[in-house]
């Protein structure tokens, strides 16, 4: 038990902590030096071998566009279907995890040592715990993953047609049919049960071909759950509880296990800012060698393809927002350049530092958050959305053991194509949100930490789908209006803004607000890539973090240039999610083990 001094910008314990006693040295494998006027200082092998594994990414998709994409689609459509059930699970025991250190006395360790303080004010802090970790994902699902909820739900359950025989050319009309409309109309039906669909089959297929027809296996709607059938109220409340299930306590526990981890081990524990540091409980002095390099390595992958995503995401709702304002085109090129252009902007955020370029930049992002936030509630139905508000928490509550159930589930579309999507990419980011949220938590008690990281940005977070969802919603059942439900997702937000007084300078916010967004997440990204391939410093040349920066914007640009767009961005996140979740499981029970010893300090 006693200090250690500060070594590359890691400040030592304040007061008593359980140091860890280990002859590694933060940087000791790096290679360090200059290419003319531009120092170096990286970590041998973590930054080679991410790299160059990254180079040899982009230039493996350019070259092969087509095969690429059909890789990525096989890759998506493998993990959420094989895995979907281990996904749920790894979440529901983070919420558990969580909640637990909350009751426990192990909620009294401070972060930094017993007598640390902490760096940043609450505004400060919530505005860089938002900025960083979810800014661009609510302006892009803030209308559309409401009111997709509640259109599916409303819509009810159905089960479609499987055909066995061979699917004839396009106009021909195949054998033992009348005419091809016929054929295609049976193909296509549907119903609310696998009965009604044989009913259907039995009446519209010719005696011989009947055989080649049979109802699906399981459901073909993307409703949650058991769906509510033509009963608006019952959908709503359906829907809101599904988003707020992808937007609450599961997302924020994840976050939190992660940066927990990175804030324990490096201010408590004086060891390297870096993954690895939360497993020596676990792996010892092996950490510092080939098990480490690894899970360092993967966390730059992860970090790296979940920002990218989120990026390509942002570009989208960008571009559908200027051209529904100035009637700029929409397409690939459009969102390059707004990925290029954004990608500069991030530089010199990185060149004026934490600081003096995210903190400032998060701060101005959250103040126009919550004008737009306060604008849309109070030109919107506003007693609605306050009682929505409180309604839709009930109903989370009271859906949240049925939706975070990870097996036996018929609703496999939601459960594998929206949840188990969602929380490969909310671990995808960890990484990335934890190492920042880490970085700017120093002085809090782990009670502390955990209620303002996990329970107030889920507070936050319903408030915000309950506005913006909300409202959109009801210009479909009140008003009649459908611009927003039947829009693309990226601009959906936009045509709900369209209903609004002063749309033209609420939109402009918007696409401003994702922009900004979109610069404090790509240099958020880069600061943490930076440190993990530096060995854990902390101060590493700034040349690096411009590489990083740059390679962001390049791998978010290649995927949306694959032949599979956005879904080549969701089945890299897939990917390097399903290895790391695997990861925070073992962040657990590593944070336990060094949290007790703190207390027993």
Same mark, same amino acid.
């Given at each position: 038990?006693?200090?250690?001094?500060?070594?590359?910008?890691?400040?030592?314990?304040?007061?008593?902590?359980?140091?860890?006693?280990?002859?590694?040295?933060?940087?000791?494998?790096?290679?360090?030096?200059?290419?003319?006027?531009?120092?170096?200082?990286?970590?041998?092998?973590?930054?080679?071998?991410?790299?160059?594994?990254?180079?040899?990414?982009?230039?493996?998709?350019?070259?092969?566009?087509?095969?690429?994409?059909?890789?990525?689609?096989?890759?998506?459509?493998?993990?959420?279907?094989?895995?979907?059930?281990?996904?749920?699970?790894?979440?529901?025991?983070?919420?558990?995890?969580?909640?637990?250190?909350?009751?426990?006395?192990?909620?009294?360790v401070r972060l930094g040592g017993k007598e640390a303080t902490p760096d940043y004010g609450y505004v400060g802090w919530f505005a860089m715990l938002f900025a960083a970790g979810m800014g661009i994902g609510l302006m892009f699902y803030g209308v559309s993953e409401p009111m997709s909820h509640y259109s599916t739900s409303k819509g009810g359950v159905s089960y479609g047609v499987t055909y066995a025989g061979d699917t004839p050319a396009e106009g021909d009309t195949p054998e +033992?049919?009348? &005419?091809?409309?016929?054929?295609? %109309? @049976?193909? $296509?039906?549907?119903? *609310?049960?696998?009965?009604?669909?044989? !009913?259907?089959?039995?009446?519209?297929?010719?005696?011989?071909?009947?055989?080649?027809?049979?109802?699906?296996? +399981?459901?073909? &709607?993307?409703?949650?759950?058991? %769906? @509510?059938? $033509?009963?608006?109220? *019952?959908?709503?409340?359906?829907?809101? !509880?599904?988003?707020i299930f992808h937007w609450g306590l599961h997302p924020w526990a994840i976050y939190a296990v992660v940066a927990l981890a990175l804030a324990l081990f490096s201010y408590n524990k004086g060891l390297p800012l870096t993954i690895r540091s939360a497993f020596y409980p676990i792996l010892g002095d092996r950490v510092w060698g080939w098990w480490g390099h690894a899970i360092d390595?993967?966390?730059?992958?992860?970090?790296?393809?979940?920002?990218?995503?989120?990026?390509?995401?942002?570009?989208?709702?960008?571009?559908?927002?200027?051209?529904?304002?100035?009637?700029?085109?929409?397409?690939?090129?459009?969102?390059?350049?707004?990925?290029?252009?954004?990608?500069?902007?991030?530089?010199?955020?990185?060149?004026r530092g934490l600081d003096g370029g995210v903190k400032i930049l998060s701060e101005i992002n959250m103040g126009l958050a919550f004008l737009l936030l306060l604008f849309v509630l109070i030109v919107g139905p506003t007693v609605a959305i306050l009682t929505g508000f409180a309604d839709y928490l009930v109903a989370y509550v009271s859906y949240l053991p049925q939706l975070?159930?990870?097996?036996?589930?018929?609703?496999?579309?939601?459960?594998?194509?929206?949840?188990?999507?969602?929380?490969?990419?909310?671990?995808?980011?960890?990484?990335?949100?934890?190492?920042?949220?880490?970085?700017?938590?120093?002085?809090?008690?782990?009670?502390?930490?955990?209620?303002?990281?996990?329970?107030?940005?889920?507070?936050?977070?319903?408030?915000?789908?309950?506005?913006?969802?909300?409202?959109a919603i009801q210009q479909v059942v009140q008003d009649g209006f459908t611009g927003a439900q039947d829009a693309a997702l990226p601009i959906q937000l936009f045509k709900m803004?369209?209903?609004?007084?002063?749309?033209?300078?609420?939109?402009?916010?918007?696409?401003?607000?994702?922009?900004?967004?979109?610069?404090?997440?790509?240099?958020?990204?880069?600061?943490?890539?930076?440190?993990?391939?530096?060995?854990?410093?902390?101060?590493?040349?700034v040349p690096q973090r411009v590489f990083w920066c740059v390679f962001e914007g390049a791998v978010a640009i290649v995927l949306l240039l694959s032949a599979g767009g956005l879904a080549s961005l969701q089945s890299m996140v897939i990917s390097t999610g399903l290895p790391f979740t695997i990861v925070l499981l073992l962040m657990c029970w590593a944070i336990y083990k060094g949290l007790v010893a703190e207390r027993n300090a």
């Open positions: 038990m006693t200090d250690k001094p500060d070594d590359q910008g890691i400040p030592a314990p304040e007061g008593v902590s359980e140091v860890i006693e280990t002859d590694y040295e933060i940087g000791q494998n790096n290679i360090d030096g200059s290419v003319g006027p531009f120092g170096f200082d990286i970590h041998n092998p973590v930054f080679l071998i991410s790299g160059l594994a990254v180079v040899a990414f982009v230039f493996y998709t350019l070259a092969l566009p087509e095969q690429s994409g059909a890789a990525f689609s096989w890759l998506f459509s493998s993990v959420t279907k094989g895995f979907d059930w281990f996904f749920l699970g790894a979440a529901n025991i983070f919420v558990l995890f969580c909640l637990f250190l909350i009751v426990t006395p192990l909620g009294n +033992g049919w009348a &005419d091809r409309e016929s054929f295609d %109309a @049976a193909t $296509g039906l549907s119903g *609310a049960t696998p009965a009604d669909v044989q !009913a259907q089959i039995d009446a519209a297929v010719p005696e011989g071909q009947k055989g080649l027809f049979a109802p699906t296996t +399981g459901r073909t &709607d993307w409703a949650p759950l058991g %769906a @509510a059938a $033509g009963d608006d109220e *019952a959908a709503i409340r359906l829907g809101m !509880a599904a988003t390595t993967l966390a730059v992958f992860a970090t790296l393809f979940g920002l990218a995503t989120s990026l390509g995401f942002g570009a989208t709702q960008a571009n559908a927002g200027l051209n529904e304002l100035f009637g700029i085109p929409v397409g690939p090129t459009t969102e390059v350049i707004l990925i290029s252009v954004i990608t500069a902007i991030a530089l010199v955020s990185v060149l975070s159930n990870p097996v036996g589930r018929e609703d496999v579309n939601f459960s594998q194509g929206w949840t188990s999507f969602y929380w490969a990419w909310w671990i995808s980011w960890s990484p990335f949100v934890g190492m920042f949220i880490a970085r700017v938590s120093r002085g809090r008690s782990v009670r502390e930490f955990i209620i303002c990281v996990l329970l107030i940005p889920s507070l936050v977070c319903v408030l915000w789908m309950s506005v913006f969802g909300g409202v803004l369209g209903e609004l007084p002063l749309a033209s300078i609420t939109s402009f916010i918007g696409i401003i607000l994702v922009i900004v967004f979109f610069v404090t997440s790509s240099d958020s990204g880069s600061l943490v890539i930076d440190t993990i391939t530096a060995g854990g410093k902390v101060d590493a040349p």
